[in-house]
């Protein structure tokens, strides 16, 4: 799942994106307004967290500007203004969740765990992937195949859930490296080779049927 984080303060912005990467988020960081409303506009998350006081655009604003353009992404707004007019003014104003700071990231995460679970119920987003006999819960982070419950942590877990949206597509190690980790690794690393091994070790081993396949030299495929 992809979360946009909208913040300039640096150091909240780095301590709260390394944390949702750790729960297997991608994460999208924009230092301004702007360049929040920007990537809003133009791609898809499943939740914004977006600090109030921002330059270039306020985050009440951008927050407006997407429900005018018919964009629902539940968006939790991040302020250091703790009074009871402050917090209706952000939710009349588009906010789904508000959250003062300082703020345990324990608590954002529930949030916006708490905010994903309700867009899923309200659309017809799916919250959950099955190829073959494989199972894999976007809400309980829970994966079972024929019946077994497989323990996977976050990063294992977000790689599965890629592979699984790309079943029958074979992806590169480059692609893997771009949507799981969201950072821009050097692909001649092999960190991409032993997150397969180690997922496979969980998916496959005990199965007669090996889902994840390796293509030499192109990538891996996930097949029912």
């Given at each position: ?183 821009n690794f050097d692909p001649q690393t092999d960190v991409v080779e032993v997150l397969v ?28």
């Amino acid at each position: 799942m992809r979360i946009l984080l909208v913040e300039d303060d640096q150091r909240i912005a780095s301590f709260v994106s390394k944390g949702l990467r750790e729960e297997g988020f991608a994460v999208d960081h924009a230092a301004d307004g702007v360049d929040g409303l920007h990537l809003a506009l133009n791609e898809r998350y499943d939740a914004a967290v977006v600090d109030i006081m921002l330059p270039g655009l306020s985050g009440l604003d951008l927050i407006e500007k997407l429900r005018q353009e018919g964009i629902n992404t539940p968006v939790i707004i991040l302020s250091a203004k703790r009074s009871v007019d402050d917090r209706v003014t952000g939710l009349q104003r588009g906010g789904d969740d508000y959250l003062t700071k300082p703020f345990s990231f324990s608590e954002l995460l529930a949030r916006i765990r708490a905010l994903i679970r309700r867009a899923a119920k309200q659309g017809s987003e799916t919250t959950s992937l099955e190829i073959g006999d494989l199972r894999l819960d976007l809400l309980t982070r829970e994966v079972i195949r024929a019946g077994t419950k497989i323990e996977l942590p976050p990063r294992e877990f977000a790689l599965l859930e890629f592979l699984m949206r790309n079943a029958g597509r074979v992806v590169s190690k480059t692609m893997i490296l771009e949507n799981v980790w969201d950072y821009n690794f050097d692909p001649q690393t092999d960190v991409v080779e032993v997150l397969v091994c180690r997922l496979r070790s969980k998916v496959d081993k005990d199965f007669d049927k090996k889902m994840i396949q390796t293509m030499r030299g192109i990538g891996y495929v996930l097949k029912p």
